[in-house]
């Protein structure tokens, strides 16, 4: 018995510990189990996305959650800061948003993973927010915002001023650091709001300072001393005044590079060759009852103008004696005779166009000037027309007064030629319907209203030009017709097409404008615009049919809302004792009146 006892004993122990054992995988499965169900597919106790409680809410209640204090300060407008202006950008105009949906994704859902359980059970989850980035919607926020930030480089310049060369050296331009800028907005959307220092690089001037010092000296050598001109048995001597008269200097690449204009070198010694020359002219059309006419050439004889200008750029570098050269006397055959004229067929008007705009004093000066130098242009088959080449530049001296102008950052400003990409505006449209081919021609960096969008023009001296081409195998006359609030421009010679229309798509890829505080004294205010991307299609018909057609894609930035006064976000200092107003001032805030829209620079 005893020994039966003794078998059986560890049996039972076997089967206890089996029972204790089984007993506690059970307990251990329950409390998995309950764990599962506790954890279930919603928010566990403990969650936190950026120190936002979410534990224990429902994935709707914990997007609610987000989207009112997270999401809240993601949508308030950040604030980009230079040292005198402030940009108000809508984060989500920029492309940059809060996703708390895909926030919340990472803490929601089931796990069989014990360990894991556990884990979730012991520790807080903290979640990283989910935030998603137009790259397009930003890239465009801050192109706007360079509009009002970038200041070009300003090009050195040498001109004659009372007959002596006055250089004004170049100054480095600011541009906004797109790249630098935007990380810096994507950093900071998220966060509690505090202004963004725009990140600037310098621009320098494409023409250094030691070219243009070396273009200086070159002049102050060129007008010292006299040129002596053999002509024939005759020797005339151009006074150093006529050399400072016709010597200019225009921007090739990075050089100043010198140009003599011989028409001025010629008249300065013409009484001296009087003996041995006749007068000429070249043939001319004027317009006669809406019909163009041929103005007969006459043939002279003496020294042409042009070889004049060459043999004597060769020597303006030099010191005397070596300021001597020699021309040859011949016919001075006009570089149009009557009959050229009467075979280029130049018989009717091919196309007009009138630009309106609101009278102003230095606009009816500046587009009348512009106006006044292209009329009479004569176009042959395959040349190419230079509105800056034709209107030359934009001083006092060529007959331009200050008017308004787009300035740097699309803010408008004053400037000597304010007004003439009316007369820009005028010639491009008059060429587009005359079928002209288009060589080079650049919207307004900003929408002005008064142009048709997408079919106008502008320049800027120094930076680039509206150039157009006469690809008809036909020469085309130009003739302009200026009053007081429009210019009309119109092509004479024969049509190419029977018709020729500009049908225009909508507007696209609108992008909001910024505002901008501005705390300068020269602040003068403007309401914004919106920036926006048209097509123009130009569409050209012959026999009633349309045998070809050229979309024209224009690009307009936004443009800021200028409101003068300090940055919002600084404490307003006591105020002191206003002045008188200024009867003839405008008031604060106020847009400047019909701006012009010229350049005075590009526009990025």
Same mark, same amino acid.
């Given at each position: 018995m005893a020994e039966h006892e003794r078998q059986a004993s560890p049996w039972r122990a076997f089967l206890r510990a089996l029972f204790i054992i089984l007993g506690i995988v059970a307990a251990v499965a329950t409390l998995y189990l309950g764990a599962i169900v506790l954890a279930g597919d919603g928010i566990r106790s403990g969650t936190t996305v950026a120190g936002v409680d979410i534990g224990g809410l429902s994935k709707a209640e914990a997007i609610d959650k987000l989207n009112g204090t997270i999401g809240a300060v993601a949508r308030k407008p950040l604030r980009v800061r230079t040292s005198e202006r402030l940009f108000v950008v809508d984060p989500r105009a920029a492309?940059?948003?809060? =996703?708390?949906?895909?926030?919340?994704?990472?803490?929601?859902?089931?796990?069989?993973?014990?360990?894991?359980?556990?884990?979730?059970?012991?520790?807080?989850?903290?979640?990283?927010?989910? @935030?998603? +980035?137009?790259?397009?919607?930003?890239?465009?926020?801050?192109?706007?915002? &360079?509009?009002?930030?970038?200041?070009?480089?300003?090009?050195?310049?040498?001109?004659?001023?009372? !007959?002596?060369?006055?250089? @004004?050296?170049?100054?480095?331009?600011?541009?906004?650091?797109?790249?630098?800028?935007?990380?810096?907005?994507?950093?900071?959307?998220?966060?509690?709001?505090?202004? /963004?220092? &725009?990140?600037?690089?310098?621009?320098?001037?494409?023409? $250094?300072?030691?070219?243009? %010092?070396? &273009?200086?000296?070159?002049?102050?050598?060129?007008?010292?001393?006299p040129v002596n001109v053999n002509a024939g048995n005759i020797t005339a001597t151009i006074p150093p005044a006529a050399i400072a008269d016709a010597l200019t200097f225009t921007r090739e690449g990075g050089q100043l590079v010198?140009?003599?204009?011989?028409? /001025?070198?010629?008249? $300065?010694?013409?009484?001296?060759?009087?003996?041995?020359?006749? #007068?000429? !002219?070249?043939?001319?059309?004027?317009?006669?009852?809406? !019909?163009?006419?041929?103005? #007969?050439?006459?043939?002279?004889?003496? +020294?042409?103008?042009?070889?004049?200008?060459? %043999?004597?750029? @060769?020597?303006l570098g030099n010191q005397p004696p070596d300021r001597t050269v020699t021309v040859s006397m011949g016919t001075r055959d006009p570089k149009l005779t009557t009959e050229q004229a009467e075979q280029l067929g130049i018989t009717q008007k091919i196309s007009s166009f009138t630009q309106q705009f609101l009278y102003a004093a230095y606009r009816v000066q500046n587009i009348g000037e512009a106006a006044r130098r292209i009329n009479g242009t004569l176009l042959m088959p395959g040349e190419t027309f230079s509105m800056n080449d034709t209107i030359k530049e934009r001083t006092i001296a060529n007959g331009y007064t200050v008017g308004f102008v787009i300035g740097a950052g699309g803010v408008f400003a004053e400037e000597l030629g304010g007004g003439v990409s009316a007369a820009t505006t005028t010639m491009w449209t008059a060429a587009f319907f005359a079928g002209m081919e288009r060589t080079f021609t650049r919207a307004h960096s900003?929408?002005?209203?008064?142009?048709?969008?997408?079919?106008?023009?502008?320049?800027?001296?120094?930076?680039? =030009?509206?150039?157009?081409?006469?690809?008809?195998?036909?020469?085309?006359?130009? @003739?302009?017709?200026?009053?007081?609030?429009?210019?009309?421009?119109?092509?004479?010679?024969?049509?190419?097409?029977?018709?020729?229309?500009?049908?225009?798509?909508?507007?696209?890829? /609108?992008?909001?404008? #910024?505002?901008?505080?501005?705390? $300068?004294?020269?602040?003068?205010? %403007?309401?914004?615009?919106?920036?926006?991307? /048209?097509?123009?299609?130009?569409?050209?018909?012959?026999?009633?049919?349309e045998v070809k057609r050229e979309t024209i894609t224009s690009n307009y930035r936004a443009s800021p809302k200028v409101i003068c006064g300090k940055d919002p976000d600084k404490p307003a200092k006591p105020a002191k004792p206003a002045k008188p107003a200024d009867p003839g001032a405008l008031p604060s805030g106020s847009p400047s009146p019909a701006p012009s829209g010229d350049e005075v620079a590009p526009a990025p």
């Open positions: 492309g940059l948003r809060f =996703d708390a949906e895909a926030t919340i994704a990472q803490a929601t859902g089931r796990t069989w993973n014990p360990i894991a359980l556990v884990n979730d059970f012991m520790t807080q989850l903290e979640i990283e927010p989910i @935030t998603s +980035i137009d790259q397009s919607a930003l890239d465009g926020q801050l192109a706007a915002v &360079a509009t009002g930030i970038d200041q070009p480089a300003r090009e050195p310049t040498l001109i004659m001023t009372q !007959r002596k060369p006055v250089l @004004t050296p170049g100054v480095d331009g600011l541009a906004l650091d797109v790249a630098a800028t935007g990380d810096a907005m994507k950093a900071a959307f998220m966060q509690k709001r505090q202004p /963004i220092t &725009a990140e600037l690089i310098d621009v320098p001037p494409v023409v $250094s300072a030691e070219n243009a %010092q070396q &273009a200086e000296a070159f002049a102050r050598t060129a007008i010292k001393n010198p140009v003599v204009d011989g028409a /001025i070198l010629h008249q $300065s010694i013409a009484g001296e060759l009087a003996a041995v020359e006749i #007068p000429g !002219r070249d043939a001319t059309f004027e317009i006669v009852l809406m !019909r163009p006419v041929v103005v #007969p050439s006459q043939v002279g004889s003496g +020294i042409a103008d042009d070889e004049l200008s060459a %043999q004597v750029a @060769t020597v900003i929408y002005i209203s008064r142009y048709q969008p997408g079919l106008e023009a502008t320049v800027a001296w120094g930076s680039f =030009d509206m150039q157009f081409t006469n690809d008809t195998p036909h020469a085309v006359v130009i @003739t302009t017709k200026m009053k007081n609030t429009s210019m009309t421009a119109t092509f004479w010679g024969t049509p190419t097409y029977d018709e020729i229309k500009a049908e225009f798509g909508p507007k696209y890829q /609108i992008r909001p404008y #910024p505002t901008v505080y501005d705390k $300068s004294k020269k602040c003068l205010g %403007q309401s914004g615009m919106d920036g926006f991307i /048209i097509d123009v299609d130009r569409v050209f018909y012959k026999d009633g049919v």
